[in-house]
């Protein structure tokens, strides 16, 4: 399993529109080999902003790099410049690959 995630460091009078346009638009995470999951994350306000992590589960690396060098990834990222005057700096990105897994059983 890998992970790849992304923070964003967003002043709190963007929030809302920060929020809307993640909830809104075209993903196609879906139609890609290797993708698990897919999770945007509200954290803590502090000194005037939120932190948002968006969090993408890959059943390896190499499917999460396909996802970044394909027509779907750009299709999906085509408005990314319209969106960077709602946060601070860049995103920054994490990549991570899964050493230990503990699932919750399954329901009876």
């Known amino acids: 399993m890998y992970l790849?995630?992304?923070?964003?460091?967003v002043?709190?009078?963007?929030?809302?529109?920060?929020?809307?346009?993640?909830?809104?638009r075209e993903s196609?995470?879906?139609?890609?080999?290797g993708f698990v999951s897919f999770h945007?994350?509200?954290g803590p306000e502090e000194d005037?902003?939120?932190l948002y992590a968006s969090h993408t589960v890959w059943a390896?690396?190499?499917?999460?790099?396909?996802?970044?060098?394909?027509a779907e990834f750009r299709a999906s990222h085509a408005r990314?410049?319209?969106?960077?005057?709602l946060y601070q700096g860049t995103p920054r990105f994490e990549g991570f690959t899964s050493i230990q897994a503990?699932?919750?059983?399954?329901?009876?």
Do not use: C, Y
Not at 28 to 33: F, G, I, N
């Open 48 to 50: 005037g902003a939120v």
């Open 80 to 85: 990314a410049g319209d969106t960077r005057k």
């Open 11 to 24: 002043p709190l009078e963007n929030a809302a529109e920060f929020e809307e346009l993640w909830l809104s």
């Open 28 to 33: 196609r995470l879906q139609d890609m080999d």
């Open 40 to 42: 945007m994350l509200k």
């Open 60 to 70: 390896t690396e190499d499917h999460f790099r396909a996802w970044t060098t394909s």
């Open 4 to 9: 790849a995630m992304n923070r964003f460091t």
């Open 102 to 108: 503990i699932d919750a059983p399954a329901p009876a």
